[in-house]
């Protein structure tokens, strides 16, 4: 059994910042994506931002620029801060990992919110 493990979310206002974490744990024998996605009310769920194996990103251009994703292998977690924060950014935001356990699993977070104030 893999879980995912998020932390850092909150209430921020306009223009702060965050930074969310997430570890990994469990029969974990290798870990090839990582992402944060998010889903605001009302809303489909969304990829924010994604890194691989090797530290390769990708970024929605609506967060391009605010946003950095990185992660630390040796102890299976990412993180992303969040800077500039706007209203727009309020949501739940969710973790997620490409994972090799017993065999290959696309595991998620529970989930932190995230809310931007104006």
């Known amino acids: 059994q893999v879980q995912l493990v998020e932390s850092g979310g909150g209430l921020v206002q306009a223009g702060g910042s965050l930074r969310l974490s997430c570890a990994a744990s469990?029969?974990?024998?290798?870990?090839?994506?990582m992402g944060w996605h998010r889903q605001a009310p009302g809303k489909q769920r969304e990829l924010v931002a994604a890194i691989d194996s090797d530290g390769i990103t990708n970024y929605a251009d609506s967060v391009k620029g605010r946003f950095t994703i990185s992660r630390n292998n040796a102890k299976n977690t990412v993180s992303l801060e969040m800077n500039s924060l706007n209203p727009e950014d309020t949501a739940v935001y969710y973790c997620?990992?490409?994972?090799?356990?017993?065999?290959?699993?696309?595991?998620w977070g529970q989930g932190t919110l995230v809310t931007v104030s104006s």
């Open positions: 997620k990992a490409s994972v090799r356990t017993s065999g290959y699993r696309e595991v």
């Open positions: 469990g029969r974990i024998f290798s870990i090839y994506g």
